[in-house]
């Protein structure tokens, strides 16, 4: 199948500070991208979808301001949490959607872990 | 809105089968995704079901009613590694096709 790369895997920051995650496909092109987050022992929630080249569609009750999401390019989407705090604490996973011939199938990332101390 | 429930928790034996279910009730349906998650690892797919019946894929199947909203995940012949979050997601349609998660089933395999 098809693999989506994110970067970085971990990250520990400060409360106050701003962490940028990118969401990579690495053998196909994505116009779309969708960015989830998931607390302990919980399913994924979907935040926002990423579309390239315009403004990302975000889910009721997601802070478009705090979550920043840039689609510049069509195997390329960032997830930017502005003045994390702790309760921003999570696993936030990106997903690609395959558009190909015959397909139309979602592939995920293998997650970041964000803490904010 | 849009409502998956899933069991929160189930257990079985090593070798035996299991089966965990899946209700829906949302705005559109354009097809219903399991996925299998492993704790701190993203989701790997399972199976897609978009027609009524049964799709067969080695140990695992998965079953869909378009009428009921109603989906379950079989597995068989359970492993150990088999221990995982189960994951029931639909796609309600519309241009993007995103998909909504349920809450997930943590299944426990036990020897």
């Known amino acids: 199948g098809a693999v989506v790369s994110q970067h970085p895997s971990r990250v520990i920051c400060k409360s106050g500070t701003s962490v940028k995650i990118e969401c990579r496909s690495l053998?196909?092109?994505?116009?779309?991208m969708f960015w989830y987050r998931q607390f302990p022992k919980q399913s994924l929630m979907l935040m926002a979808t990423?579309?390239?080249?315009?403004?990302?569609?975000?889910e009721q009750g997601v802070e478009k301001d705090k979550f920043l999401i840039n689609h510049a390019s069509l195997t390329l989407s960032t997830l930017t949490v502005t003045s994390a705090h702790p309760e921003d604490s999570s696993f936030y996973i990106c997903?690609?959607?395959?558009?190909?011939?015959?397909?139309?199938?979602?592939?995920f990332g293998p997650g970041t872990r964000l803490t904010v101390l | 809105g849009q409502n998956i429930d899933q069991p929160t928790e189930m257990t079985a034996t090593e070798g035996a089968i299991v089966q965990i279910n899946c209700t829906y009730q949302?705005?559109?349906?354009?097809?219903l995704f399991w996925y299998q998650q492993h704790a701190g690892e993203a989701p790997t797919f399972l199976s897609y079901?978009?027609?009524?019946g049964l799709e067969e894929k080695g140990r695992f199947s998965s079953f869909l009613s378009r009428s009921k909203g109603y989906s379950y995940l079989l597995l068989k012949e359970l492993q150990m590694k088999d221990s995982a979050s189960y994951l029931c997601?639909?796609?309600?349609?519309?241009?993007?096709?995103?998909?909504?998660f349920g809450t997930g089933t943590l299944l426990a395999v036990q020897p």
């Open positions: 997903s690609a959607r395959d558009l190909g011939q015959n397909t139309d199938t979602q592939y």
């Open positions: 053998d196909f092109q994505a116009t779309t």
């Open positions: 990423s579309n390239e080249g315009s403004k990302a569609t975000y």
């Open positions: 949302t705005s559109g349906f354009n097809g």
């Open positions: 079901n978009v027609l009524d």
């Open positions: 997601a639909v796609q309600p349609g519309g241009a993007t096709n995103k998909l909504i």
